[in-house]
């Protein structure tokens, strides 16, 4: 049996009000995707490490920290400690790749490393190994409401052939950008278990009916493979 998870992003959620736009979604997702944007790493800026904090800190969910600032090396070990459930740094952005993994490792949190659109599979393959999650971004990271960009879909696919014959357990291969009920079959068909979506859900009349039909999606695509 596939196992599929879906990580509501609530970078296009209400801001005043977090918790309550959360517990809209609390029921029915996997993961919190916090968006951690430095206004260096990417043209914008979310929130600050005290905000994410406390944002961890409270969120009735597991957080699955998405860290878009350029200096992964000094601050991914706070958002573990921090107590997200996984910490994902973009290996564009770091200095010494292999310290962050043994640093968020030692602190219990799941790895994640993250490659833009313009990144190659090669030049994360070595880390695979090492990781329990690999984050193909399908837009240029930096905000929410793009279009899904389908010509990572063979750069997906590069990676679950990949991943599929590393040894159990096999890291996850995380989707961000522009998912949606047009696009989550296609990049799960390609490969992809994990999926971001923010605007998709957030801009859902009712978030937690779209992450029902989103997984119905899920569930089809497997059928139709
Ligand atoms: C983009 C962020 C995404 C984004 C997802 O830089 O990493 O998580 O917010 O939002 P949608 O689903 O609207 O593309
Ligand atoms: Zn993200």
């Known amino acids: ?19 309550s736009e959360i517990s809209r979604i609390a029921q029915d997702s996997d993961f919190l995707h916090l968006d951690v944007m430095d206004n260096i790493f990417v043209p914008n800026f979310t929130f600050s490490f005290s905000e994410s904090e406390e944002i961890i800190g409270k969120s009735p969910l597991p957080v699955d920290a998405h860290l878009m600032i350029a200096n992964p090396d000094e601050m991914a070990v706070a958002y573990a400690k921090a107590g997200s459930a996984s910490v994902t740094f973009h290996l564009e952005a770091a200095q010494a790749p292999f310290e962050i993994i043994s640093g968020l490792k030692a602190c219990g949190a799941r790895v994640g490393v993250g490659i833009k659109p313009a990144t190659p599979f090669e030049a994360v393959e070595e880390l695979l190994p090492l990781i329990d999650m690999l984050l193909v971004m399908t837009v240029e990271p930096g905000f929410g409401g793009q279009s899904f960009m389908s010509d990572m879909l063979p750069k997906v696919s590069k990676a679950r052939t990949f991943i599929d014959l590393l040894p159990d357990p096999k890291p996850w291969l995380e989707v961000d950008g522009g998912i949606s009920l047009n696009t989550i079959s296609q990049a799960a068909t390609a490969g992809a278990d994990t999926f971001v979506a923010g605007s998709a859900v957030f801009n859902a009349p009712i978030p937690g009916e779209m992450i029902k039909s989103l997984r119905v999606c899920l569930a089809e695509s497997i059928k139709e493979a």
């Open 1 to 19: 049996m596939k196992i599929f998870r879906i990580c509501p992003s609530i970078l296009n959620a209400g801001r005043d009000n977090l918790p």
